[in-house]
């Protein structure tokens, strides 16, 4: 069992940063494949970026491409998503999730365990 809790959320103006972070505890990150997702007012939750255990494979939704990077620091459980000149639209509650079998997926339904979400706002 794994528990996720999300951080780092705020509200910001438009073109500024952000970095969350999503904390792991139960168990460590060190096999888990880690997935951010996030989820708009009135729309479907939807993929951002993942990870793989290791931390050497990436994957990023095309639009995310450029302004979001995932990293992982296994020492700590903690894994983070940086995202640079935020945008209104960026505004949504964002979440980690992991996957046991360390296969990062655009696919939510891939992931085992959810956190609560960290919500961020964005300022024009």
């Known amino acids: 069992q794994v528990q996720l809790v999300e951080s780092g959320g705020g509200l910001v103006e438009a073109g500024g940063s952000l970095r969350l972070s999503c904390a792991a505890s139960?168990?460590?990150?060190?096999?888990?494949?880690v997935g951010w997702f996030r989820q708009a007012p009135g729309k479907e939750r939807e993929f951002v970026a993942a990870?793989?255990?290791?931390?050497?494979?990436?994957y990023y939704a095309d639009s995310m491409k450029g302004r979001f990077t995932i990293s992982k620091d296994n020492a700590k459980n903690t894994v983070f998503l940086q995202i640079n000149s935020l945008k209104p639209e960026d505004t949504a509650v964002y979440y980690c999730?992991?996957?046991?079998?360390?296969?990062?997926?655009?696919?939510?339904?891939?992931?085992?365990?959810w956190g609560q979400g960290t919500q961020v706002t964005v300022s024009s």
């Open positions: 999730a992991a996957d046991q079998f360390n296969t990062p997926t655009m696919d939510r339904r891939g992931y085992d365990y």
């Open positions: 139960g168990r460590t990150f060190g096999r888990y494949a």
């Open positions: 990870i793989s255990w290791s931390g050497d494979r990436t």
